[in-house]
């Protein structure tokens, strides 16, 4: 069986994917798959929440540290999945508070999951460059933001 946080982070890239794709907006897509997946757990639904909000809030400022370690490819030219899987993580290592080490596996696995062959190792590259510069982009987003995000684990 799946963790909690690995359901709800399938769940976010399935709907941030489809929000950069199709341009639908965040609220239709979350309530669309709440109708899709009307038995998923509080916490599931919960955390699947706070990345879809969180991620497209900060998305701007997300995509500019994402474009400085991912300089050989415009990131409109990064595959949709990629570049959600890099948000996600980047996000959830920040603002999330969730410890590197395991945002950077997490990513890798969705990666694996649903993206390219090279996905993996393109999206372990380019966070294992930011990771570094965590508490310099989590202040930036806080900042962007105007809050300053709850700790989690």
């Given at each position: 069986?799946?963790?909690?946080?690995?359901?709800?982070?399938?769940?976010?890239?399935?709907?941030?994917?489809?929000?950069?794709?199709?341009?639908?907006?965040?609220?239709?897509?979350?309530?669309?798959?709440?109708?899709?997946?009307?038995?998923?757990?509080?916490?599931?639904?919960?955390?699947?929440?706070?990345?879809?909000?969180?991620?497209v809030?900060?998305?701007?400022?997300?995509?500019?540290?994402?474009?400085?370690?991912?300089q050989?490819?415009?990131?409109?030219?990064?595959?949709?999945?990629?570049?959600?899987?890099?948000?996600m993580?980047?996000?959830?290592f920040?603002?999330?508070?969730?410890?590197?080490?395991?945002?950077?596996?997490e990513?890798?696995?969705?990666?694996?999951?649903?993206?390219?062959?090279?996905?993996?190792?393109?999206?372990?590259?380019?966070?294992?460059?930011?990771?570094?510069?965590r508490?310099?982009?989590?202040?930036?987003?806080e900042?962007?933001?105007?809050?300053?995000?709850?700790?989690?684990?």
């Amino acid at each position: 069986m799946k963790g909690e946080r690995r359901l709800a982070r399938e769940l976010a890239l399935q709907s941030l994917y489809e929000i950069d794709a199709v341009g639908h907006a965040v609220g239709w897509v979350l309530q669309n798959c709440l109708e899709r997946e009307p038995d998923l757990p509080e916490p599931v639904l919960e955390y699947y929440q706070q990345l879809v909000t969180g991620v497209v809030k900060c998305r701007a400022q997300l995509d500019v540290y994402i474009q400085q370690y991912a300089q050989e490819w415009p990131l409109e030219q990064v595959a949709i999945v990629d570049r959600n899987v890099l948000r996600m993580a980047l996000y959830e290592f920040t603002v999330g508070r969730i410890p590197i080490k395991v945002a950077i596996n997490e990513a890798v696995e969705l990666a694996k999951a649903f993206g390219s062959d090279s996905a993996p190792r393109f999206v372990n590259g380019v966070l294992g460059a930011l990771a570094p510069l965590r508490r310099e982009i989590t202040e930036a987003l806080e900042a962007g933001m105007g809050t300053t995000a709850p700790a989690s684990s």
